[in-house]
């Protein structure tokens, strides 16, 4: 079938819609070129010739952003804020998502709508009441007020997809498990758990996104440089009076790869994930 | 074993009735078929027996013990699917011991039932295989094997055959009534075809938008249907049914006069005449014939014969079954024998007669 579609000779409108999709692709990947680029040049080149190629490619650029940017400590803030935040929301949200699909309880319905409530909330908006939160909590300037902030941030979304998920599967294994004497918790660990598998990586890997690139909770609720993740440590490189963008551009490249890489390695099941629910 | 019972049982989604005052048992060690078409609640009481579905009035008793409101593990009762329900992402194996496992049996112990009930059922080979590997008709027998390892009171099955196609039906109808035999466990089967019904039931409970039209053995339902309903759900090929009217003779069915007694019905009463094909013949002569009819098509199905004819009194066509070969031809011109001591009667409300 793909042969023959490949053999026909492609119209005017499907060449129109090539063209369209790549100023649209273009548009949208350039920002991270000129920034992979970027980061070879010196801070006045920037300026000089801004979209020009680099033109000597400055790989020390690198070394001097790690060791000044202290990227090292802020990889592994990111790393466990982004592993404990995606945990937490994952294990809570499957909970919460079946729940909402499977038990009949008083409220459920309004209780699903009011989760959903989470969708629709810039974080600008609580981003006070959580700090006063966080500050009566003793938890300001700990590791745990972004995993705990991250992970129940990501919950409303995630909560909705598996709703999906849980939806389409069929009841009668479910119906079959509670027949063979299992209760409902080990219905969901043994039978539904393992069938969701695949939406589970798939949210896991959007709120993973998600919570590494998370900025405003990041830089209002840690003060303390040893404790700064990624995006809030970079914006160190930021002074007063003057700002060094290739050292700027050198650990946004470097911070940004490493989730740019974990995402193409898993957008197979990111796909399949969410072609999955649509398929059903 | 169990004996189940229903008591005045009411079944409604929301502001719907789904099932109205059923009131019948079921005895212990008893193949009791729920037979209807698609909608008629057949399988909505059987989900009621399983605790799946919650009862809306009435009440459905176990072994003399209420049962609406036993959470299902507790009813002891295994149910095997339409879709068969297996685990996809377990082996046979796994698939079949979940119960055992779920009830904390030891793995030794788990392993040697498995294996056990896997020879009975010829799945000995394939216990390390998922699902996906298998054949529908290995699936079921997978959805078998579990029920018996739960070893319940009451076997319960929804449509197993439904997705199986005609040779599998056959061996696993075949296998599904040796199971009765060897375990005397009370079972439920639905199923919509009444073939099904009449080859496994020992009693049949035909059922019709929510109602239960007629509760008995294969033959008493096909030899003596309670309404028009059974007479048309039950028997394969359908029975015939024609319009007729009562007169001092006997029947006037359109032109066609037909002398029989005992209709049950006087003189004027239109009433509805019911003839299994097989009580249809082809007589010798005209002279012999309660009608003459046209070959509209011939069916032939090697021992036997189905011819379909035009009916004296117009729409459906007649069917008549004969045994052994014919070499009639549509438009052919046919000398149709009616058999009096087989036919039945209904009413204009359906109901049958005499």
Not at chain 1, 157 to 177: C, D, N, Q
Not at chain 1, 178 to 190: K, P, S, V
Not at chain 2, 98 to 111: D, H
Not at chain 2, 141 to 151: C, S, T
């Amino acid at each position: 079938m793909s042969s023959n579609t490949d053999a026909r000779p492609r119209t005017p409108g499907e060449w129109l819609q090539f063209g369209a999709g790549s100023v649209i692709v273009t548009v949208m990947c350039f920002p991270a070129i000129w920034m992979v680029y970027s980061a070879f040049k010196s801070n006045r080149e920037i300026f000089r010739s801004p979209f020009g190629l680099p033109a000597e490619w400055r790989f020390e650029n690198f070394t001097k952003a790690w060791i000044e940017g202290g990227l090292g400590a802020l990889f592994l803030n990111t790393i466990i804020v982004t592993g404990l935040g995606v945990a937490m929301s994952v294990f809570f949200a499957s909970m919460a998502a079946y729940a909402f699909t499977r038990l009949d309880f008083p409220g459920r319905r309004a209780l699903a709508r009011l989760f959903l409530v989470g969708l629709l909330l810039p974080p600008p908006a609580v981003a006070i009441a959580l700090f006063t939160q966080l500050s009566a909590l003793g938890l300001i300037n700990t590791l745990w007020a972004l995993i705990l902030t991250n992970g129940a941030w990501t919950i409303a979304l995630t909560t909705y997809l598996l709703g999906g998920y849980f939806r389409s599967l069929k009841r009668e294994m479910e119906e079959a498990a509670l027949l063979e004497g299992a209760n409902r918790f080990q219905i969901f660990w043994h039978v539904v758990m393992p069938l969701v598998k695949p939406a589970m990586i798939t949210v896991a890997i959007l709120n993973a996104i998600n919570i590494w690139n998370e900025l405003l909770f990041a830089l209002l609720f840690i003060s303390d440089d040893a404790k700064r993740t990624l995006p809030a440590g970079i914006v160190r490189f930021s002074g007063y009076h003057s700002t060094d963008y290739s050292l700027i551009f050198a650990a946004l490249t470097i911070t940004t790869i490493p989730i740019m890489i974990f995402y193409f390695i898993c957008q197979r099941h990111v796909m399949r994930g969410l072609t999955a629910a649509v398929a059903e | 074993m169990a004996k189940i019972e229903f008591d005045r049982v009411y079944k409604n989604y929301g502001d719907t009735p789904v099932l109205h005052d059923v009131t019948l048992s079921i005895e212990s060690g008893e193949l009791c078929v729920f037979v209807g078409p698609s909608g008629c609640g057949k399988s909505t009481l059987l989900r009621m027996v399983a605790g799946l579905e919650i009862v809306s009035g009435g009440e459905i008793r176990l072994a003399g013990r209420r049962a609406n409101e036993l959470p299902p593990p507790e009813r002891n009762v295994a149910m095997v699917f339409q879709t068969y329900a297996l685990f996809p992402h377990m082996t046979v194996a796994q698939n079949m011991g979940f119960g055992l496992k779920i009830r904390g049996v030891p793995a030794a112990a788990r392993s040697a039932k498995i294996t056990d009930v896997a020879k009975t059922l010829q799945l000995d080979g394939l216990l390390d295989r998922r699902p996906a590997q298998l054949s529908g008709g290995q699936r079921q027998r997978v959805a078998i094997g579990r029920a018996m390892l739960r070893d319940p009171d009451v076997y319960m099955f929804d449509e197993p055959l439904s997705n199986l196609d005609a040779a599998l039906r056959i061996q696993t109808r075949l296998e599904i009534a040796r199971l009765h035999q060897v375990t005397g466990r009370s079972m439920v089967y639905v199923t919509h075809d009444q073939i099904e019904a009449m080859t496994l039931a020992d009693r049949i409970i035909v059922l019709n938008r929510g109602r239960v039209e007629q509760v008995g053995s294969p033959m008493e339902l096909y030899d003596h249907p309670a309404n028009i309903f059974v007479a048309g759900f039950i028997g394969s090929p359908k029975i015939n049914l024609l319009e007729a009217a009562v007169s001092e003779q006997g029947l006037a069915i359109g032109q066609v006069h037909l002398a029989v007694a005992g209709v049950g019905a006087r003189p004027g009463d239109k009433v509805t005449l019911g003839i299994r094909p097989e009580h249809l013949a082809i007589a010798r002569s005209e002279s012999e014939a309660t009608f003459v009819s046209e070959v509209a098509l011939v069916e032939r199905l090697g021992g036997e014969t189905l011819v379909y004819a035009q009916s004296p009194v117009g729409g459906d066509l007649l069917i008549l079954k004969i045994q052994g070969k014919t070499s009639l031809k549509p438009g052919e011109r046919i000398p149709v024998v009616i058999e009096p001591d087989h036919l039945h009667f209904f009413d204009s409300a359906g109901a049958r007669l005499s």
